[in-house]
């Protein structure tokens, strides 16, 4: 049986952890593909040459063209600019707009069969172009962002009950970023619902409202500190998890950025909800019942995207 192959369009900061994650859990051999000359074959080798000390066999391979993802079986794309001082959300959207409309006709050419996890921002609209640009079924391209946010979720709730990480879980709707909406009555510690911990004098309903606060703001936390980037080491681990799941067809029940075709009352439209990832992409949408309070933040979150996509659709009327 032939090895996976993981195509890894953007070689950056995601680019380059993706490609280190992906080797170290021999997930398959690596293509890193970006426009910077030598940045992805640099990375690509100094990966390699780490493998004999790890003790794992993939190949590794940077490139400039799009006929060295032939065939891959996973592509994850991180390939834009992020956001700099003076520019505007549309000014970011229309240039990484363009491209993805490259990176999706690289993939439809080379890669038409792959599943596709997007990453770039702002991640609800860019995945939504990504699918039209490429013309892939809407069931194998996804968005990372819930699993990044409820691996936030975790992380800062195991710290405030100092308990293990594994014995939390947490649930995200929504779009990513500020209008994210964490469900606390469905997170749990050991399957009790945080509600219920709040009763029982775990932590109070104040620090939870801090701790689903920073949640939201967990990007810009680490922006503020880094100063001159974003996070890449847990974005990446996420994009990994949603891979080896389709991979091994694992079927994991993962919250991502999934195409909605009426469920939440929804079409046409990417949104952050929970989803079945196996063999066959997004095997199931799953909708569960929101209160009125969950729903009307949801809303507010679907309102956020759909202004995204609008703008979209204005600056590349083309894509669909
Ligand atoms: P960075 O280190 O800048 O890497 C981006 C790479 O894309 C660079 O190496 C560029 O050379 C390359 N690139 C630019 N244009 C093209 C092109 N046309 N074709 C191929 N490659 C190109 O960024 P990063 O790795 O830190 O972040 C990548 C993206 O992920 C950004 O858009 C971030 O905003 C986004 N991001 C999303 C999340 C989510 O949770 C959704 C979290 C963190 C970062």
Redesign the pocket.
């Given at each position: 049986m032939a090895r996976n192959k993981i195509a890894l369009?953007?070689?950056?900061?995601?680019?380059g952890t993706l490609a280190h994650l992906a080797g170290l859990k021999e997930l398959g051999d690596i293509v890193l593909?970006?426009?910077?000359e030598g940045?992805p074959q640099g990375k690509a080798l100094d990966i390699a040459q780490s493998s004999a000390v790890e003790g794992f066999d993939a190949k590794l391979k940077g490139t400039q063209s799009y006929a060295d993802i032939e065939g891959a079986d996973v592509v994850i794309v991180?390939?834009?600019?992020?956001r700099k001082p003076g520019m505007s959300r549309d000014d970011l959207l229309e240039i990484?707009l363009?491209?993805m409309n490259?990176?999706g006709a690289g993939i439809a050419k080379y890669a038409p069969d792959a599943f596709v996890i997007c990453?770039?921002?702002p991640?609800d609209a860019m995945v939504w172009a990504l699918q039209q640009a490429s013309g892939l079924p809407s069931r194998k391209v996804v968005?990372?962002?819930g699993v990044?946010?409820s691996s936030r979720f975790r992380h800062f709730l195991a710290e405030e009950f100092d308990v293990s990480i594994e014995d939390v879980t947490a649930f995200v709707l929504g779009g990513?970023g500020d209008t994210m909406v964490p469900l606390t009555r469905y997170s749990t510690v050991a399957g009790i619902p945080l509600p219920d911990l709040v009763k029982m004098k775990w932590t109070t309903q104040e620090k939870l409202d801090q701790i689903v606060q920073r949640t939201r703001d967990g990007?810009a936390e680490i922006v503020g500190l880094l100063k001159t980037?974003?996070?890449?080491y847990a974005?990446a681990a996420?994009a990994i998890e949603m891979a080896d799941s389709y991979l091994k067809d694992k079927k994991r029940v993962l919250p991502a950025a999934a195409p909605l075709n009426g469920e939440y009352g929804l079409k046409d439209i990417y949104v952050g909800v929970p989803i079945v990832i196996g063999a066959n992409g997004v095997e199931r949408v799953i909708e569960i019942e929101l209160d009125q309070s969950e729903k009307a933040m949801f809303d507010k979150s679907v309102e956020s995207v759909k202004g995204l996509v609008e703008a979209c659709r204005r600056i590349a009327p083309d894509l669909g």
């Open positions: 369009i953007g070689a950056g900061q995601i680019g593909f970006d426009i910077a940045t991180t390939a834009g600019v992020p990484n363009k491209v490259q990176v990453i770039t921002n991640l968005g990372m962002a990044l946010d990513h990007g980037g974003s996070a890449f974005p996420s």
